[in-house]
């Protein structure tokens, strides 16, 4: 990980290597790995996809080209001072901010444009926007399990125990989760959750406390932070790491983007991604086997299933079984239509008798 | 009131009652009743009428006397009526014809004239003056200067509208500045609520008249509009032709055919009519032929193994010739006879009259008239097995059933006469049918069929088997009627027509002399088959010096003169013709500059060089503009139909020697079709020219746009960039040089090498046509070639530059040389060239 100085440093390079650009009476580019669904690569190293070797120049031989550059231009000053200053923002303060530049020409025209924009110079720099200090607002994803942890926060340290120390709503996760520290745990595995209801509905249940289990709750399609902590969770502590979400397309590539890494930010595969998490479920062939109550596929989702049968992160035996299967069976289930079945159906049979397949408990 | 119904019958003088009340109505009182007819149906358009009907006048007139036109109008209060005058610099009118210009409707030099002038009834003017003397009861002021003149003639009249004569008020000489020309002031009663009508007629008037000079006071106006001459050229000089045969109409054929000193049909038409020379002529007169006698029906004639034995039926018919003699008589005409395919009985009388010469050359023996006559008629009854009365020889009598009316009650009949079928003709009629019919038809249909026929043929009158095309067609029909009832075999439309055509082109054109022009005049169905012939022979389109195009280059002129636009195109097609008289489209488009951009675009409507002001909306012109998609040539079309929208400005012009009006008031041109589609070619053939205007413009402006942003953008991210890293500004010319100039084309000259630098900055390869004229000879180019002009050298290269690449153009001159660049291949907005 790279040190604020660092991160001003790699900031401070590409400016520098636009003025070369000038001086050498060359027109400003930007080179990009192109960030398309077919760019991304399996590095078989890391077990993560990342970007390819396709690239896209943004040249200021355009309009558009040029504004984006200038707009990048004072980005970098923003974040340089906003580093030597010690100081963070939102990535939503950002687009607010360029408001007050004193170039039109420079100013955001939506939030997506700055968010794209600092996820550019996150890759041309290599330097995460946590380290530019950079933060999305807050996701409102939470931990629920036995793990104690000490949080470097603006007001001190804090020492939280992620079971005794928080409410039924457990412990929030931080932005940057790199500024926690794990102190001491006694974690089986972690199941991350795609739905309030349903982490609702484990902690109600006491399965965190049954099962010695920490329960991420990703909240629909998670956040780079709450992504991060799965990781950590992994990586430092060793536990396995289990995918809990809806039975339609759309769960899936939450899934995928836990344990593949997002086309989006396929730069940080390596830091964010999780390559060993599992997907318990619902699966297609639990909507046949536990005869859950279903919906009919919709055309969105018919579409969204066959292009994930192209998506090279989920070319496996698996999930081509999985998804040919529900192709087949043209329906999708929830997770909370477990509750057909009791509401004790979840954590007394379903999980123990998913995770116990799985190996992991 | 009396009822005329009820006495009817009972009074024998009821006709001439009524025609007590009937009397000749004169032109001028039909006029006054009928002032909508001729555009002064208001009095704010009877105002714009009067001065288009005196500057159309004016604008004829100087022109035709070779004067550079310049005329005034003035519109003047005078209490509760307005005075117009109207000056013009022409060669002036006698006194004697004066008062009948001016004064008598439908007078006037160009009525039987086929050439293009404004004016064509004679009514204009005099209606005017008519309007003028009904509203406001002051007579007409005239006055004219005929050059060479010292003293001008001054006249006050009106017109008698009984009698439709001039009536002539005062009659003095005076003096007048102009040299010659003429003036005329009349005071009607009108308003001004069609100002902009005639700001628009003297406007459009001026833009296709752009070697005029006009100049229009009225009350409105703070200063008068004046429009200068963009041209000191005049119109083409137009000549006046004769009528074209396919334009003329029944009755004028008949007036033409009454007036004419010719005596024969030829004749009188190579003297009357344009394009028609012997051979035309002669074409016509066989179509004439055709028409008006039929054709004869050919025949096979009998071969070697028939038994119709020519030569003993020619000898038997030859007496108290000799036996030799009538030997090579008979022999030679069967001889003759056999070598032709198929024989009319004209043709058999032209064989047995040179037969016959021969003989008489070779014996000395005499063969008649009478002798001649048998022997044709004995041939042709042993041909054709019919004898001269038209009956069929060795047959119990006539076939029933005449032509055009065979019906069920009759087929009985013509079963029972079916020894016509035996005739020799049958075998020659099956083979036609046959060969014209699909080889579907079964051949009992077609035995049936040629039975049918034949029999119907033989019916004709006498026995050469004379017939006009429609008379076969008749024939044909109902003999296909027949076999569809009696044989349940159907000849549809397509099979007749063929068995017509089989038959039509076989039969041939009689030699009968045409009948006289004296007869075709004197009967009306002769005339109407001498039309039909002129129609249907191919003449050459009619000359076309009788039109007077502005052309293209004016039409553009005139445009650019009154319109500030920032593109201006034009197209001249070339000569067509509608009902014999040609015509000529032109179309011109001005757009952008200070034409206004809100609403639809301004259409000027010309025909003769006469703008037309009113009802836009029936005119032809309008229609053919609306059906163009305009957006293919950039213009806003909501919808896709109607008048575009936009800041352009369209204008027509229709030159003729007959312009097709929809009405008299010549306000609107007719729906000709063959005119409708000059008209869109024309315009298209301009809109083409714009769009390509308008491509290069956006893509321009696009470019600009982007020279702007990025002009702005660069300095200010080099700033950033510069503030940033705590450098100091660095040198941006470099790059802003690459993306402004994508191509660029440098000279640089040093110890007699000359060196262009070819610069490619853009992202496509540049294929370039670089030409340098060198006044002194050029040695040792680099690639290239090199070629002597009279003194000037053209080096020429085509180099090809990469993407981001440049190229050296390098050749020697010695001392001083001029040079000259010129760059083709790149568009010119990506090209900067510094040489």
């Known amino acids: 990980m790279t040190t604020e100085s660092d991160a001003r440093d790699e900031l401070i390079d590409l400016a520098a290597d636009f003025y070369d650009q000038f001086a050498g009476g060359k027109i400003p580019e930007l080179q990009l790995p192109t960030r398309t669904k077919s760019n991304i690569e399996y590095d078989t190293e890391s077990g993560v996809w990342t970007y390819g070797d396709r690239t896209s120049t943004r040249s200021a031989n355009s309009v558009r080209g040029a504004r984006k550059l200038l707009k990048a231009a004072y980005t970098i000053e923003f974040l340089a001072n906003q580093l030597d200053e010690g100081r963070s923002s939102t990535l939503r303060e950002l687009y607010y901010l360029s408001e007050s530049w004193d170039n039109d020409e420079a100013q955001f025209k939506s939030q997506n444009e700055s968010n794209d924009l600092v996820e550019d110079l996150e890759i041309v720099t290599g330097v995460t926007r946590e380290d530019f200090h950079m933060r999305p607002e807050e996701s409102g994803a939470t931990l629920m399990g036995p793990l104690e942890i000490r949080e470097q926060t603006r007001r001190g340290e804090r020492e939280i125990h992620c079971q005794e120390d928080v409410g039924e709503g457990g412990y929030q996760i931080p ?136 998506d090279p992160r989920f070319q496996t035996d698996y999930w081509e079984e999985q998804i040919e299967l529900q192709l087949d069976i043209g329906k999708k289930s929830e997770q909370q239509s477990l509750a057909s079945r009791g509401l004790d159906f979840v954590t007394d049979t379903y999980l123990p008798e998913r995770l116990g397949e799985m190996g992991v408990i | ?256 055919l009454e007036a004419t000193e010719s005596y024969s049909v030829s004749g009188f038409l190579q003297e009357e009519f344009t394009r028609v020379g012997k051979k035309t002529a002669d074409s016509v007169i066989g179509n004439f032929r055709d028409v008006y006698y039929g054709r004869e029906l050919s025949w096979t004639p009998p071969r070697a193994h028939d038994d119709r034995d020519v030569a003993a039926a020619v000898g038997e018919a030859v007496a108290n010739k000799g036996k030799a003699a009538t030997a090579d008589f008979a022999e030679g005409v069967a001889e003759t006879v056999a070598n032709n395919d198929r024989l009319s009985r004209s043709e058999l009388a032209t064989i047995v009259g040179n037969v016959a010469e021969t003989v008489e050359d070779d014996t000395g023996k005499t063969f008649g008239g009478t002798v001649r006559e048998n022997a044709v008629d004995a041939a042709w009854r042993a041909i054709t097995g019919v004898d001269a009365d038209g009956d069929a020889t060795g047959t119990a009598g006539d076939v029933t059933g005449t032509v055009g009316d065979a019906g069920g009650e009759e087929a009985g009949d013509e079963e029972a006469g079916d020894e016509g079928a035996e005739s020799p003709l049958v075998a020659d009629v099956y083979a036609l049918v046959d060969e014209a019919t699909s080889t579907r038809k079964d051949d009992a249909a077609v035995q049936a069929m040629a039975d049918a026929l034949t029999r119907r043929f033989l019916n004709l009158d006498g ?83 009788c039109l007077a195009p502005i052309t293209a280059e004016l039409v553009e002129a005139g445009l650019r003169k009154e319109y500030d636009a920032d593109f201006y195109a034009a197209a001249t097609r070339d000569a067509e013709v509608h009902g014999g008289d040609p015509f000529i489209v032109e179309a011109g488009i001005a757009y952008g500059g200070s034409i206004p951009a809100e609403g639809s675009v301004e259409l000027l409507r010309f025909a003769n060089r006469v703008p037309l002001v009113y009802q836009r909306g029936a005119c032809a012109t309008t229609d053919v503009i609306k059906q163009i998609g305009w957006r293919n040539y950039g213009l806003d079309q909501p919808g896709g139909s109607g008048l575009p929208n936009g800041p352009a400005v369209i204008s027509i012009h229709v030159a003729s020697t007959n312009v097709p009006f929809t009405s008299e008031s010549k306000d609107a041109l007719a729906n000709v079709p063959a005119i409708e589609d000059e008209i869109e070619l024309a315009v298209r053939e301009a809109a083409r020219e714009l769009k390509s205007f308008l491509n290069k413009r956006r893509s321009m402006q696009q470019r600009r746009e982007k020279q702007d942003v990025l002009g702005k953008i660069l300095p200010e991210m080099a700033d950033k960039v510069s503030e940033v890293t705590g450098r100091p500004r660095p040198d941006i010319d470099g790059a802003l040089a690459r993306i402004m100039n994508n191509v660029s084309v440098e000279r640089e000259v040093s110890d007699g090498t000359v060196t262009l630098v070819v610069e490619n900055h853009s992202d496509v390869n540049e294929q370039l046509d670089i030409t340098d004229i060198v006044s002194t000879e050029p040695t040792d180019p680099s690639e290239g070639t090199v070629v002597d002009m009279d003194g000037e050298w053209f080096v020429q290269w085509k180099p090809e530059v990469p993407s981001g690449d440049e190229r050296e153009l390098t050749y020697a001159v010695d001392g001083d040389a001029e040079f000259e660049v010129s760059v083709g291949g790149v568009e010119t907005e990506k090209l900067t060239v510094n040489a």
């Open chain 1, 175 to 310: 932005n940057n989760p790199d500024m926690i520290e794990f102190l001491d745990d006694d974690i089986d595995f972690a199941l991350a959750v795609e739905t309030g209801g349903m982490r609702d509905r484990l902690v109600e249940n006491g399965f965190d406390e049954a099962y010695n289990c920490l329960v991420i709750h990703l909240k629909g399609q998670p956040a780079r932070a709450t992504r991060r902590i799965t990781k950590r969770v992994h990586d430092e502590l060793d536990v396995p790491i289990a995918v809990f979400a809806d039975g339609d397309p759309w769960s899936y590539r939450i899934y995928g983007s836990v344990a593949y890494g997002s086309i989006k930010s396929a730069h940080l595969s390596k830091y964010l991604a999780t390559p060993e998490a599992q997907f318990v479920g619902i699966q297609p062939e639990d909507i046949v086997e536990y005869d859950l109550p279903a919906d009919p596929l919709s055309d969105s989702d018919v579409n969204a299933l066959e292009s994930e049968l192209d």
């Open chain 2, 1 to 256: 009131m009396t009822s005329f119904q009820s006495t009817i019958g009972d009074e024998e003088g009821i006709a001439e009652e009524l025609a007590e009340g009937q009397r000749e109505i004169s032109i001028a009182e039909f006029f006054e009743k009928n002032k909508h007819m001729l555009g002064f149906d208001s009095g704010a358009r009877g105002l714009v009428t009067a001065v288009k009907e005196a500057v159309d006048n004016a604008l004829d007139a100087t022109e035709e006397a070779g004067v550079l036109p310049d005329i005034y109008i003035e519109i003047e209060e005078v209490g509760d009526y307005y005075r117009l005058v109207i000056e013009d610099n022409g060669p002036g009118i006698t006194k004697e014809q004066l008062p009948k210009v001016f004064g008598k409707l439908l007078y006037g030099s160009r009525f039987h004239a086929r050439e293009q002038s404004r004016g064509q009834q004679g009514i204009g003017i005099s209606a005017a003056v008519l309007y003028s003397q009904l509203t406001s009861g002051q007579p007409a002021k005239i006055t004219s200067r005929p050059k060479g003149q010292s003293r001008a003639q001054y006249f006050e009249l009106i017109i008698d509208t009984d009698t439709n004569e001039p009536e002539i008020k005062a009659d003095d000489e005076t003096t007048w500045d102009r040299p010659h020309g003429t003036r005329i002031e009349l005071e009607m009663e009108a308003n001004m609520r069609a100002r902009g009508q005639l700001h628009d007629y003297v406007k459009h008037t001026a833009v296709v008249n752009p070697h005029a000079r006009i100049e229009l006071r009225e009350p409105g106006l703070d200063e008068p509009m004046k429009f200068e001459r963009a041209t000191d050229e005049l119109p083409a000089e137009t000549k006046e032709i004769r009528p074209h045969p396919h334009g003329v109409e029944l009755g004028a054929l008949i007036k033409m």
């Open chain 2, 463 to 545: 026995d050469a088997f004379r017939i006009a095309r429609d008379d076969l067609e008749r024939l044909v029909a109902d003999a296909a009627n027949f076999v569809a009832e009696q044989h349940d075999a159907t000849f549809g439309e397509t099979a007749r027509e063929n068995v017509v055509e089989a038959f039509w082109s076989r039969a041939r054109t009689v030699p009968d002399d045409p009948p006289k022009v004296r007869d075709v005049a004197g009967d009306r169905d002769t005339s109407a088959d001498l039309l039909a012939a002129m129609r249907a022979t191919d003449i050459l389109a009619p000359p076309t010096d």
